[in-house]
């Protein structure tokens, strides 16, 4: 009898190693890894071409005004800051913008779109409610009362006297009652 299989009949395969094993498995990884990177990329892209976008309206506003801190955040999911509570993010698919507003109750989507024209319409909106808002806040906000300082100093004292009486007196009761 021959060691020659049959035809149609694979020899069998070399068993594989752990390091063969390993060696493809980091393979995959760092094709996956490649692609989450380029997708990240593409997110950046996206919201660097809105904040393109945004350059004009920004320009407007006036420099005393500083309620607004603009720039993309390079984090797990890149972001597109408008002010310390808003700011654009891409949806699930990568493809849509969405305009969001952290608020006490939780996240609130102001805009979803596509379109960048779409959302910058919604942070021009936006950034014009927060300005109105400000003005509101300066015109009611009272003015500072000026005050003659108190005097704090003879406070201090008197209190400084009636520890040391409540002191005396304790350790007189203690000295009488003999301990």
Known sequence: MSDVPPRGIQPEERPMRLRDALRRARIEAADRSAVVVELRDAEVARLEILNDALD??????????????????????????????????MGRDKRIYRFVQD????????????????????????????LIEREHALVS???????????????????????????????????????
């Open 56 to 89: 004009s309206l920004f320009d407007e506003i006036p420099p005393q005004v500083d309620l607004f801190d603009r720039g993309i955040s390079q984090g797990e999911t890149p972001r597109l800051w408008i002010d310390m509570v808003a700011h654009v993010a």
């Open 103 to 130: 608020t006490r109750s939780g996240r609130v989507v102001l805009a979803e779109s596509h379109d960048v024209p779409v959302i910058v319409k919604a942070v021009i909106d936006y950034v014009a409610r927060r």
């Open 141 to 179: 906000a009272p003015s500072a009362v000026v005050s003659k300082p108190r005097r704090r100093f003879p406070a201090f004292v008197l209190g400084m006297a009636v520890g040391a009486l409540a002191l005396f007196g304790v350790a007189l009761v203690v000295a009488a009652l003999g301990y």
